[in-house]
């Protein structure tokens, strides 16, 4: 139960296995086998197991400790929704909205890609073991029947919000400077032949220089990605944060 609670929680709310698109059952499933595969070695970590009113109030923080961990793997995720987002304002796609199945609500066109994109580089290579790792090395930074130390927890979560957009910004980089780049080219062109309708040019032109710019960053924007998060989880989840 002590090690079903944490981990569970936190596989319920990680990307991968605990998306929308995934059956509530597997997840189920996945979490209870996991668990049991983890019990022998989280079991040196347990001294004693208590009784009574002691165990639930354990099992309640196992549960918000394993929420915490699952969010913080979210918020790194958050980084192609934000990049995707940001993408999409600057190339004139910001109403095209799609169903994004990784944060299952609507979502922009080209964050709906990335993130779908970004879950298949998680399991491509095998950077999803860092995570289920990161849950095993958790019982170090968080012993079970320990205080939970809420401030420390909210500045990771904070820290970790602002890496994730600082993240995302960069990834947007090379389509904020072609937007600009091109806004400055229309209003030049506006001063200098006032009769043209730059609106009507600039809509189609903005497309496709963003689509063109995304088809030659694509590739190094999500390894760029990868490689940060990477980085981030190591980070967070090795006691760095």
Known sequence: MLTFARLGSALMIMPGVGDSFISTRIRLLFALSFSFIM???ISNFITEVPTGFALYVILATEVIIGLFIGTIARIFMAALDTAGMLVSIHSGLANAQVFNPSFAAQGSLFGAFLSVTGI?????????????????????????????????????????????????????????????????????????????QVFILSLPIQILLSLLCMSLVVSAALMFWLHKYEDAINFFFSGGG
Do not use: C, H, W
């Open 39 to 41: 019990m022998p070695l």
């Open 120 to 196: 298949v580089l998680l399991f491509a290579s095998n950077l999803y073991g860092v995570l289920l790792y990161g849950l095993y090395d958790s019982y170090r930074m968080f012993p079970i029947g320990a205080e939970m130390m809420t401030g420390d927890m909210s500045e990771v979560v904070v820290r970790a919000v602002a890496t994730s957009f600082k993240t995302g910004v960069q990834i947007a980089a090379p389509f904020i400077i072609v937007s600009f780049l091109l806004y400055v080219g229309m209003g030049v062109l506006a001063r200098l032949m006032p009769q043209i």
